[in-house]
């Protein structure tokens, strides 16, 4: 056996004539024993060149065979390189990690699923078990647990979040303490997930959010599992940004939720009923599919008197959308403050256009009044319009009439001029208030042509004797027909309808008849 310098410095007792299976490991022995005489010694089959290690260090071997038959083993020291390799693997395997937990955590807007998924990635890629806690303005906690291979659970716990180190701290947003200064036997039993045993290491760390921390992140191993390292904190606190980003982003999305559905309830039209013994019916379809408010509206005010005239309303925005529908609810607001002069529709149209024209919108408003009164068996009906469409009657005939109220749009010049007319409406009779984003509609065969004036007063006029709330539904589905899938504008219809009487004679011919629905 001979060797070089170098050689002697890796194997010390390596001299000529000694035995190679004295002074070499197993594996080289095995190797050089392969390729000189097969003997008790195997070596695996490997791709690539043969690596094995000396003294803590990992060298690459490459065997020359010499002409004699002897061996010439080549040592190439290979721990740097290896190192370097394990670390761009370690590298790509978190960067994938933080990769797919964003991809996941991003994908739901629910606070709750977000905290499910935090601690099961958690609990499957950082440590044996994961907590996922959300801040709370009670005594109670939301606390997420989930074990390695298991299913997230939500518990809310009361407990005393200043009785765990850094937890506190956590959850006010303070940097995370390092998990060399938890005592894993401080744990509380809640903490410690039932069966997990000893707890060898505890990593608490902040789940920063939006302005406001998000939460907190706890990570626990078990005693027989290696500590967290200082880089396997960083890396949790990498997660954790994520994490805490997308529960942030769920807990604002939630809070945005609740204020729009309540703002929503006070936009949304109301439904419609009978009152003081007039059919009030109502319909409306936005402009876009997933919008439930826009730029129509309609109300119907109750008299504060009963049996006398209640007040409808029912107007267009100019605009679509969100913007549209601020100004309607302005709109809305300032008709109700006006209902002590329901009596004077015109004089109610120029208080709602002057306050419009001091306002900051620089929109406009088309708008028709209606009071509708049950005398007897028939219903009175007062009409005046502000630029809007002008009321169809439907009588009992099938014939439909035009109601020749007319006006000036309300919120574009300050004098506007209106005028009210009168009509009655039979038992059966109805009046419909429409807006024009149903003659507008396009659509049709060629898918180009407007509904328009006269088919809507065709297909009013099959509707004779029916109920209010039969008539819009008629309407509508002649609209949706008419469109099929293509835009529109905001489509809003009001029906008031004298319902169907029937006389009960008077008793014993001494008092007075009366009518009933």
Not at 92 to 120: I, P, W
Not at 211 to 238: C, D, N, Y
Not at 427 to 453: H, N, Q, R
């Given at each position: 056996?001979?060797?070089?310098?170098?050689?002697?410095?890796?194997?010390?007792?390596?001299?000529?004539?000694?035995?190679?299976?004295?002074?070499?490991?197993?594996?080289?022995?095995?190797?050089?024993?392969?390729?000189?005489?097969?003997?008790?010694?195997?070596?695996?089959?490997?791709?690539?060149?043969?690596?094995?290690?000396?003294?803590?260090?990992?060298?690459?071997?490459?065997?020359?065979?010499?002409?004699?038959?002897?061996?010439?083993?080549?040592?190439?020291?290979?721990?740097?390189?290896?190192?370097?390799?394990?670390?761009?693997?370690?590298?790509?395997?978190?960067?994938?990690?933080?990769?797919?937990?964003?991809?996941v955590l991003l994908s739901s807007l629910n606070l709750g699923r977000c905290m499910d998924v935090t601690a099961q990635?958690?609990?499957?890629?950082?440590?044996?078990?994961?907590?996922?806690?959300?801040?709370?303005?009670?005594?109670?906690?939301?606390?997420?647990?989930?074990?390695?291979?298991?299913?997230?659970?939500?518990?809310?716990?009361?407990?005393?979040?200043?009785?765990?180190?850094?937890?506190?701290?956590?959850?006010?947003?303070?940097?995370?303490?390092?998990?060399?200064?938890?005592?894993?036997?401080?744990?509380?039993?809640?903490?410690?997930?039932?069966?997990?045993?000893?707890?060898?290491?505890?990593?608490?760390?902040?789940?920063?959010?939006?302005?406001?921390?998000?939460?907190?992140?706890?990570?626990?191993?078990?005693?027989?599992?290696?500590?967290?390292?200082?880089?396997?904190?960083?890396?949790?606190?990498?997660?954790?940004?994520?994490?805490?980003?997308?529960?942030?982003?769920?807990?604002?999305?939630?809070?945005?939720?609740?204020?729009?559905?309540?703002?929503?309830?006070?936009?949304?039209?109301?439904?419609?009923?009978?009152?003081?013994?007039?059919?009030?019916?109502?319909?409306?379809?936005?402009?876009?599919?997933?919008?439930?408010?826009?730029?129509?509206?309609?109300?119907?005010?109750?008299?504060?008197?009963?049996?006398?005239?209640?007040?409808?309303?029912?107007?267009?925005?100019?605009?679509?959308?969100?913007?549209?529908?601020?100004?309607?609810?302005?709109?809305?607001?300032?008709?109700?403050?006006?209902?002590?002069?329901?009596?004077?529709?015109?004089?109610?149209?120029?208080?709602?256009?002057?306050?419009?024209?001091?306002?900051?919108?620089?929109?406009?408003?088309?708008?028709?009044?209606?009071?509708?009164?049950?005398?007897?068996?028939?219903?009175?009906?007062?009409?005046?319009?502000?630029?809007?469409?002008?009321?169809?009657?439907?009588?009992?005939?099938?014939?439909?009439?035009?109601?020749?109220?007319?006006?000036?749009?309300?919120?574009?010049?300050?004098?506007?001029?209106?005028?009210?007319?009168?009509?009655?409406?039979?038992?059966?009779?109805?009046?419909?208030?429409?807006?024009?984003?149903?003659?507008?509609?396009?659509?049709?065969?060629?898918?180009?042509?407007?509904?328009?004036?006269?088919?809507?007063?065709?297909?009013?006029?099959?509707?004779?004797?029916?109920?209010?709330?039969?008539?819009?539904?008629?309407?509508?589905?002649?609209?949706?027909?008419?469109?099929?899938?293509?835009?529109?504008?905001?489509?809003?219809?009001?029906?008031?309808?004298?319902?169907?009487?029937?006389?009960?004679?008077?008793?014993?011919?001494?008092?007075?008849?009366?009518?009933?629905?």
């Amino acid at each position: 056996m001979r060797c070089n310098g170098s050689a002697r410095l890796l194997l010390p007792d390596a001299a000529p004539g000694a035995a190679l299976v004295d002074v070499a490991p197993a594996w080289l022995c095995a190797a050089h024993h392969t390729l000189t005489s097969p003997g008790p010694y195997a070596v695996p089959d490997t791709e690539g060149p043969l690596r094995g290690v000396f003294g803590g260090r990992r060298f690459e071997v490459h065997p020359t065979v010499r002409g004699d038959g002897s061996v010439a083993w080549w040592l190439v020291d290979d721990t740097d390189h290896q190192l370097a390799r394990e670390a761009l693997r370690m590298e790509r395997e978190r960067t994938a990690f933080l990769a797919k937990a964003s991809n996941v955590l991003l994908s739901s807007l629910n606070l709750g699923r977000c905290m499910d998924v935090t601690a099961q990635m958690a609990a499957e890629s950082l440590a044996d078990a994961a907590l996922a806690i959300a801040p709370s303005r009670s005594s109670r906690l939301p606390v997420v647990t989930c074990l390695r291979g298991g299913t997230p659970v939500l518990e809310d716990m009361s407990v005393d979040p200043d009785d765990v180190p850094g937890l506190g701290e956590a959850l006010r947003g303070f940097p995370p303490v390092p998990s060399r200064w938890i005592d894993p036997a401080v744990a509380p039993a809640w903490m410690v997930p039932e069966g997990f045993g000893p707890v060898g290491s505890i990593v608490i760390t902040p789940l920063p959010g939006h302005g406001m921390p998000a939460g907190a992140l706890v990570l626990l191993r078990k005693a027989e599992t290696a500590s967290f390292s200082a880089e396997e904190e960083i890396f949790a606190r990498l997660f954790a940004a994520r994490a805490g980003a997308a529960m942030s982003a769920a807990r604002l999305y939630a809070e945005q939720t609740a204020i729009t559905d309540v703002l929503m309830r006070e936009l949304l039209p109301p439904v419609l009923h009978q009152i003081s013994g007039v059919d009030f019916a109502g319909g409306y379809r936005p402009s876009a599919d997933h919008e439930r408010i826009g730029g129509d509206f309609y109300d119907v005010h109750p008299a504060t008197v009963e049996g006398e005239a209640s007040l409808v309303s029912l107007g267009d925005v100019c605009g679509k959308g969100l913007e549209a529908a601020v100004l309607t609810g302005k709109i809305r607001n300032t008709l109700h403050a006006l209902l002590p002069l329901a009596d004077d529709h015109q004089r109610m149209l120029r208080l709602l256009n002057t306050a419009l024209l001091s306002s900051h919108h620089t929109r406009f408003a088309t708008m028709v009044l209606a009071s509708a009164q049950r005398l007897g068996n028939t219903v009175d009906l007062k009409l005046t319009s502000g630029g809007h469409p002008s009321p169809l009657i439907i009588r009992a005939d099938g014939t439909v009439e035009v109601a020749s109220t007319h006006g000036t749009l309300i919120g574009a010049i300050p004098n506007i001029s209106t005028v009210t007319v009168t009509a009655s409406l039979a038992p059966g009779e109805s009046c419909v208030l429409y807006t024009d984003g149903i003659t507008e509609a396009k659509g049709g065969p060629m898918g180009d042509a407007l509904f328009g004036d006269e088919r809507l007063k065709r297909a009013l006029s099959g509707c004779a004797g029916m109920p209010a709330e039969g008539i819009v539904k008629h309407v509508q589905m002649l609209a949706a027909q008419w469109l099929g899938n293509r835009p529109h504008d905001d489509m809003a219809v009001v029906v008031i309808s004298a319902p169907r009487t029937h006389h009960l004679s008077a008793v014993n011919g001494h008092t007075r008849g009366r009518f009933t629905t």
